[in-house]
């Protein structure tokens, strides 16, 4: 298991919140994030190398997604194909989308994560992510709030299936 600090940040230029607000304050008006990379190497997953070729991308904690959200930018860079079943998927009964297959690297487990991906505009947006990790993400996480020290702690647990 690792434990990953998560940062609070409050717009694009990814600043972190001011910590002198009040604790209630600063996390409302920020985004939750941890750094993960993201690279897509069918080689890799497939199990037929080990040398893996990232970028490192803040990925926003959202308890209230179920997906994981990465942006156009990151699938096109990687090249990231369309899951097979993935072509046309409904995401809030208001739009069609495709799901794409990528991975997310967890930098300090060294470790592969293999799947489905949707794609979406942050950076356009000016967002401070370019990825958003919903529950089939969580759901294998402790999400933890420790309020005499005002932080959030997101320990990755070790099932290597179900991602």
Not at 1 to 27: C, G, I, W, Y
Not at 134 to 148: A, M, S, V
């Amino acid at each position: 298991m690792t434990t990953l600090e998560v940062h609070h940040l409050v717009d694009s230029q990814n600043r972190l919140s001011d910590p002198t607000l009040a604790p209630a304050k600063s996390f409302v008006w920020s985004s939750p994030c941890i750094r993960i990379g993201f690279f897509f190497d069918l080689e890799v997953s497939n199990k037929e190398k080990v040398e893996i070729t990232y970028d490192t991308a803040w990925a926003l904690l959202d308890t209230g997604a179920d997906g994981i959200y990465v942006d156009h930018a990151l699938i096109q860079k990687f090249n990231c194909p369309i899951a097979q079943g993935g072509e046309n998927m409904t995401v809030n009964a208001l739009e069609t989308s495709r799901a794409y297959r990528g991975s997310l690297f967890v930098i300090e487990q060294a470790r592969v994560l293999d799947m489905w991906v949707m794609a979406r505009d942050f950076r356009r947006e000016k967002r401070p992510f370019d990825i958003v990790l919903g529950r089939r993400f969580l759901q294998f996480c402790d999400l933890r709030w420790n309020g005499p020290s005002q932080s959030v702690i997101l320990t990755i647990g070790q099932n290597g299936g179900g991602y």
